[in-house]
């Protein structure tokens, strides 16, 4: 009688065993699918906004060709809001020293007009506002009050730059402005990482405080701002030789 129920006993174990082994294994089959099908989600939605990145930039270059090969009032109004557009990017860029990406997710309403500051929202989504002058000012002004209009579409919503399309500006075509319009002016390969730096390093050959640079450009490590006070530095050796009597 013992010797059954000490069987039946050890029976029981090993089929509650096999149930939570059965049941672990399940559930490991399951967190593995939803971390492969959460993986799939990701790689669609990251080529769907390069198939829309790379569509917006297509469509760019096909308007500036067909800006340069005719002569039609439509056309010629597109290429006009895209030139005012452009101007725009690029003073805004250079006035504040705004990453790409901060530069692409700005909203109309980021921008005070009356203050002359734009909201940003940087790396880790920390806000921050940045001070712009009057050349960015009026080249704002002009996109709101006669490019922008021409490029609105109903999936506009109240994104600040529109493609050509009349989506949100994506960051492949700012920099291939920034290229495109250094190129023009006879410059080297231009990024707008370049005029980031270039707002830096201005600031600070102006006379203007390390730690007020750091908040502008939105850096979380003083460190990182430093490395801008090198070239300055290089400038005010470049001077001294040039000038000193004793150099």
């Known amino acids: 009688m013992e010797s059954e129920k000490r069987s039946q006993a050890g029976a029981e174990k090993e089929t509650q065993a096999q149930t939570e082994e059965g049941s672990q294994e399940r559930a490991e089959?399951?967190?593995q699918a939803q971390a492969e099908e959460g993986s799939q989600e990701r790689a669609e939605k990251e080529t769907q906004a390069q198939a829309e990145e790379g569509s917006q930039e297509r469509a760019e270059k096909e308007t500036g060709k067909g800006a340069e090969e005719t002569t039609g009032s439509e056309d010629s109004a597109l290429g006009n809001a895209l030139a005012i557009r452009d101007r725009a990017v690029l003073e805004l860029l250079y006035a504040t020293g705004i990453r790409v990406s901060e530069l692409c997710n700005l909203n109309r309403a980021d921008v005070d007009h009356a203050r002359q500051v734009v909201r940003v929202f940087g790396k880790g989504a920390k806000e921050r506002a940045v001070p712009f002058g009057n050349p960015a000012r009026r080249a704002l002004?002009?996109?709101?009050?006669?490019g922008r209009p021409e490029l609105a579409a109903r999936?506009?919503?109240?994104a600040l730059f529109l493609g050509v399309k009349g989506g949100r500006l994506q960051p492949t075509v700012v920099r291939r402005v920034v290229a495109r319009a250094a190129q023009a002016a006879g410059l080297p390969h231009t990024s707008p990482h370049d005029l980031r730096h270039s707002a830096a390093t201005h600031l600070l050959d102006g006379g203007a405080d390390l730690r007020a640079v750091q908040e502008l450009l939105g850096h979380s490590s003083l460190s990182s701002t430093q490395i801008y006070t090198h070239v300055s530095t290089e400038r005010l050796r470049a001077a001294f030789n040039q000038a000193h009597p004793r150099a």
């Not at 002004?141 to 006669?146: E, F, G, M, N, Y």
């Open 29 to 31: 089959k399951e967190t």
């Open 155 to 158: 999936g506009s919503r109240d």
């Open 141 to 146: 002004d002009d996109w709101l009050r006669l």
